[in-house]
């Protein structure tokens, strides 16, 4: 709580002027009463006394309205304080509300953004999704709207107190002794509310992802014959959700009315006790003052609503702050070295020495891996799923970083230079391209998004992609739906060559798209690694065949290593994947013809 009212202080002009427009429209909602009983006692009752007098002795009184002017205009005065405040406690939530969200989910996408891979491997998307939405809402209504309850409840029971103390001591105790019994009991409904509601919100997101699951399913349910007992288990978590909502909607239900009746029966006490000792004279008890305590007796128990909801808004913000700040106060797993330089022009040269890496602690993906890739060729690496194809190339990427051993990127430990740097001379094409919603030419200009559309047009042609030219302007969609599989990894390999890598990464960019269109990819491959260092992982093997190596990985080891041919001559794991392939390949012609 106390970190969240930090980021509203940073606002300092605009809370404290919201924390003064409340304060203003408590202090003018508990004067109403007092104007009520200044009112009566000093305009409306003398003057009748007066009035009745002279009728009674049979005289026509004259009609003096002055002090009934008087106290309409205190009375029109309140009301425009108040209206002027409410205008500025609405207006300064709603800025402190928005800023604050704003800045929380600033820092959250920046986090993000520098976390490394790791840090998505054992986080969920939803998870992410909900913290920088839902979450963000939750805590900003909180230190805003929920705030302003609090501030205005307290604010108004502080001087409902104060005025029904000062005039009449023993009627203020009829009221004071109600209020800590009712708040007792409101926090107490409010809690049960708001664990019936999280049990009823935890069931629902389970009754949907059953319904879905199901619902998608439904063949497997019927060749199994489990429709039944399927149904009955929906059944069950459908009755769980109708008693969780139920019993929120009971206490829900429970709460007004015990609000209203501790109000009625308080205000039936002032007016009992009250009336009695404003009929006895002696007492000196006044009818505006009665009026007043029956006024306070009814409002007093409104700010109790108020700072309930506040109580029970903060402990359902709690676990949501908590994850928020989960989130910004995560270290990354990869930060750059103290002192570490930039890379300026990378020629591409690549060496592993004794290299070892896992993702989990006790199994590992590489073991003193050895390998050295002169600048300017390009190597292949072929192998079960697995064996670390993709776990190599992340390692030169720096998206992880080696447990033990070193790597070299032109002979210098890249763990001495920044990854911005390096990444920047990095192209980048994975097996499934990913579009950002745009245009065309948004996309093909990412990386590098001050380059002109006579560089993106170029681009584009240098692959064989000169159809996008007059389209660059045309919306890809969100995820590029609007495209064809192999027009989307067209476009991604534009957007690499853009960039004008000194090392391009291929992983498996041929894998998902069909036969025609690999050819015509093909083309665009081998203009974007000519003159680059180029690591390629496929599972096609004929798209390799004219890589300057080919390295098998088997667990972690390089167990073949050679040129295409070299390695058929050797006729070894490689030339038994690549034949049983061919073979494959040319029965699926002959199925065709």
Known sequence: MKRLFTYALNYKKTFYGFMVAVIIVGCSDAAFPLLWMYFLDDAVTPLVTEYKAAWDAGQTPAVDMSGVWFYAGLFLLNGIIQVTAVFFFIKN????????MFDLREQMFGKLQELSFSYYDKSASGWLLSRISSDAERVTKLISWGFLDLVWGCTMIILCLSAMFFYHWKMALIVAVCIPLLILLSVRIRMLILRFSREARKINSELTAGFNEHLNGVEVNKITAQEERVTNEFSGLSNRMRRASFSASYYTAMYMPLVIGTGSVAAALILFYGGHLTIESATGLTVGVLTAFFLYARQI????????RFYAMAQGSLSAGERIFSLIDEKPDLPDREGASDYHQIEGAIEFEQVDFSYVEGKPVLQD???????????????????????IINLIGRFYEPNAGTIKIDGIDYMDRTKRSLRSQLGVVLQTPHLFSGSVRDNVRYGRYEASDAD???ALRSIGAEDFIPRLDDEVGEGGEQLSMGERQL??????????????IMDEATSSIDTLTEARIQKSVAQLIEGRTAIIIAHRLSTIRDCDRIIVLKAGQIIEDGSHDALMVQKGYYHSLYTKQIKRKHTQNLAEV
């Open 93 to 100: 939530a709603g800025r402190i509300e928005e800023s604050v």
């Open 301 to 308: 128990f409104w700010p109790i609503l108020d700072i309930a």
């Open 369 to 391: 891996l050895n390998l050295k890739i002169e600048a300017g060729t390009s190597l292949a690496i072929v192998g079960a799923t697995g064996g670390g194809k993709s776990t």
């Open 456 to 458: 993106i047009e170029n």
């Open 491 to 504: 476009l991604s390999f534009a957007r690499a060559i853009l960039t004008n890598p000194r090392i391009v």
